[in-house]
T-cell receptor
Framework: ETGVTQTPRHLVMGMTNKKSLKCEQH?????MYWYKQSAKKPLELMFV???????ENNSVPSRFSPECPNSSHLFLHLHTLQPEDSALYLC??????????????FGEGSRLTVL | GEDVEQSLFLSVREGDSSVINCTYT??????LYWYKQEPGAGLQLLTY?????DMKQDQRLTVLLNKKDKHLSLRIADTQTGDSAIYFC????????????FGSGTRLSIRP
C-alpha cells in the first residue's frame, strides 16, 4: 500500500467512448503526475500538477484531458482514444520540487485497452 | 536531449550477482534513481545517488555512477527470487525540478 489509489484497475473501452481514470493520494503531497507505461518503451511523463496548477504537458494528444480539483485528487479524462493508447496509466505523487532527491509514490496503475 | 537507456532483459541464476546498466544523456542531471516495479504494482523507489557521488551502498545494493561516461549501474548481490521485477533507471534534470525522466526498464528474471 503506497498511499496512492487508482481506479479502475482495468478498463476496456471502444474508440468512441468517454471514460475517466481516477487517482487519489493520502500522503499529504502537493504534486501529482500521470505517466504512460507501454511495453519496451520508456515510461512517458504525460502531465504534472504542482500545487494544483499544471506545470508540464508533454505534447499529449487532446483526447487525454487531465483535471486536478485539489491536491489529493487527479483525473484523466479519455475521449475518442486510439488502439495505440492501450497501456498502463500510472499516477504518482510527491512533494513539490521533487528535484531535491524527492521520491515519487506510484499507484498500481490502470490497465487501459482500447478496442 | 533527454534520454535514459537500458537493456530490456536480464536473466541471472539465484545466488549470483545481478548488474543492471543504464546510460543517460543529460550532463546536468542532479539525482539518478533506481525504481523497482513488481508484477501488478506501481514503481517503488529502491535507491538514489546524487550526481557528485561515485558509489552508494545499501545492504545488497550497490550503485555506481560514472559521470564522464554518463553510466549508472545497479548491482544486486546474492540475487533472490523476490528480486524478480522490472528495474527503472531515472534522472532528474537541473532545468526542471518537477520532472523525472525514466528509462524503459530492465526485466530481471531469476533462474534456479
Amino acid at each position: 500500500e503506497t498511499g496512492v489509489t487508482q481506479t479502475p484497475r482495468h478498463l476496456v473501452m471502444g474508440m468512441t467512448n468517454k471514460k475517466s481514470l481516477k487517482c487519489e493520494q493520502h500522503l499529504g503531497h502537493n504534486a501529482m503526475y500521470w505517466y504512460k507505461q507501454s511495453a519496451k518503451k520508456p515510461l512517458e511523463l504525460m502531465f504534472v500538477y504542482s500545487l494544483e496548477e499544471r506545470v508540464e504537458n508533454n505534447s499529449v494528444p487532446s483526447r487525454f484531458s487531465p483535471e486536478c480539483p485539489n491536491s489529493s485528487h487527479l483525473f484523466l479524462h479519455l475521449h475518442t482514444l486510439q488502439p495505440e493508447d492501450s497501456a498502463l496509466y500510472l499516477c504518482a505523487s510527491s512533494q513539490a520540487d521533487v528535484g531535491a532527491a524527492g521520491e515519487l509514490f506510484f499507484g498500481e496503475g490502470s490497465r487501459l485497452t482500447v478496442l | 536531449g533527454e534520454d535514459v537507456e537500458q537493456s530490456l532483459f536480464l536473466s541471472v541464476r539465484e545466488g549470483d550477482s545481478s548488474v543492471i546498466n543504464c546510460t543517460y544523456t543529460d550532463s546536468s542531471s542532479t539525482y539518478l534513481y533506481w525504481y523497482k516495479q513488481e508484477p501488478g504494482a506501481g514503481l517503488q523507489l529502491l535507491t538514489y545517488i546524487f550526481s557528485n557521488m561515485d558509489m552508494k551502498q545499501d545492504q545488497r545494493l550497490t550503485v555506481l555512477l560514472n559521470k564522464k561516461d554518463k553510466h549508472l549501474s545497479l548491482r544486486i548481490a546474492d540475487t533472490q527470487t523476490g528480486d524478480s521485477a522490472i528495474y527503472f533507471c531515472a534522472e532528474t534534470l537541473y532545468s526542471s525540478a518537477s520532472k523525472i525522466i525514466f528509462g524503459s526498464g530492465t526485466r530481471l528474471s531469476i533462474r534456479p
